[in-house]
């Protein structure tokens, strides 16, 4: 009887824990990846001292979701509908977080270790699983190791439990598919309280490059990410933060194949380019980005701005832009070229709240033009171009309640557009407006 009894002590003091580290991990869910700043560490210490340093944070987001027609490519807004499909319900995220952080003496982080899985109706998944060393003799390096988020922009870095859209923009889920990905990052970040660099990080990533979109590395090339970033800043009425990034990577060629956009009689055509030299070369993969957050200090009434701009070259495809996450093959398992772009996307989020905290008014939109070289009629076949070739543009809207402090749902509309080509299917705008009713339990 003892044995049950002591058991059950051990199952509440867990769940106990659990519940008293919610505002703690609030903090690790407004990012995909934290680096502790001393708010947060005073935070966590005082209750580390009386209960340990584990904590527990998750979030569930059942939806319903109606398509414009039956079969919408809607792969941005959370998933294709089936072809005879307009309506459904889906689980979109179901995730559990364990956070454990290890203090000094004095109070400062030390070593900190996350496990974050993803359930939904379609399987469980890892979605984080990354520990961090941070050194303390000068308190300005931390080191980041394993499956984690990828430092570049804004939108990549806020955690999908906070953002007022329902999706990330179709630039960031078409550049950096699922966000994380597997390497290493080192963070420069004075953490004494009176450092006068302490607003500034400067992360540098080294990582596989395909994320989660894949098994495993492929090839081998590298994903280097540098990103210089200024924490929240405030003024006497509204606060600004922002940060500029860049990735520098590629994809290695395994046929004497490649393609990439060139002029002919004055105008653009993907080009075939045959050459022995391009096998093991790399086709580039080179982002260019800067984003700005702009907010008023009032709670009630307050307006918040939120924008980003990335260009630069993509390699992909025939069919899509979107990066690789295996070496492309066809039917009949036989390797593919790849395709180089010049591209440039940016996204602009408006979110208003009115005279409650607990409702928001939320705009948003976001432009992808995969190929910068082309517009419009200038798109066709016979130039070698295809749909992966084709720009979009999305506008968003919708309302967003909070319940109480662990239920929310937004009600969201997205209005696709892509530009008239002589692609067949792309000829005219497409039929997939996508709304969006989506609730969200969190702790």
Do not use: C
Request: glycine share 8%; hydrophobic share 35%.
């Amino acid at each position: 009887m003892y044995r049950y009894f002591a058991k059950f002590k051990i199952v509440y003091l867990y769940f106990t824990v659990a519940l008293l580290f919610i505002s703690a991990a609030g903090y690790a869910q407004r990012t995909i990846n934290d680096v502790m700043d001393s708010t947060t560490v005073n935070h966590l210490l005082i209750i580390s001292k009386k209960y340990g340093s584990l904590s527990f944070s998750g979030y569930l987001q059942p939806q319903f979701q109606v398509a414009q027609a039956n079969g919408a490519q809607a792969e941005y807004q959370g998933g294709n509908f089936g072809e005879f499909t307009n309506n459904r319900f889906r689980l979109r995220r179901g995730r559990l977080r364990a956070d454990y952080m290890m203090l000094t003496d004095d109070g400062s982080p030390s070593t900190y270790f996350v496990l974050q899985f993803d359930g939904t109706e379609q399987g469980v998944a890892i979605r984080d699983f990354w520990g961090r060393y941070y050194e303390n003799k000068w308190k300005i390096l931390a080191v980041t190791l394993g499956l984690s988020g990828r430092p570049f922009g804004n939108e990549l870095q806020l955690s999908s439990s906070v953002r007022e859209a329902p999706e990330r923009g179709r630039m960031s889920q078409i550049l950096m598919k699922t966000e994380r990905d597997l390497g290493v990052t080192f963070t420069l970040n004075p953490r004494w309280k009176d450092a006068r660099l302490k607003n500034f990080v400067f992360d540098f990533g080294i990582y596989n490059g395909q994320g989660l979109a894949g098994a495993g590395e492929f090839d081998n090339s590298k994903d280097f990410i540098f990103r210089l970033s200024h924490k929240t800043y405030a003024f006497n009425k509204f606060t600004i933060a922002g940060g500029i990034s860049t990735l520098q990577g590629g994809l290695n060629h395994r046929l004497p194949v490649s393609y990439k956009m060139n002029k002919i009689n004055e105008q653009w055509n993907m080009v075939k380019d045959s050459s022995a030299s391009t096998v093991n070369k790399v086709a580039p993969r080179r982002y260019y980005g800067a984003d700005i957050q702009l907010s008023t200090k009032t709670k009630s009434w307050k307006s918040e701005l939120r924008a980003e701009v990335v260009s630069g070259l993509q390699t992909g495809t025939s069919t899509t832009s979107t990066t690789p996450g295996s070496y492309p093959v066809d039917s009949k398992s036989v390797a593919l070229p790849y395709y180089t772009r010049t591209f440039n996307g940016a996204y602009l989020t408006f979110i208003q709240t009115l005279n409650s905290t607990d409702n928001q008014i939320i705009l948003k939109y976001d432009w992808y033009d995969p190929n910068s070289k082309v517009k419009g009629l200038d798109i066709s076949s016979t130039q070698g171009l295809s749909p992966a070739d084709v720009r979009f543009d999305t506008f968003g809207f919708g309302f967003l309640h909070h319940f109480n402090p662990h239920f929310k749902a937004v009600l969201y509309y997205d209005i696709i557009k892509n530009e008239s080509t002589q692609i067949q299917g792309y000829t005219t705008d497409r039929k997939d407006n996508v709304l969006t009713l989506r609730t969200q339990f969190y702790f």
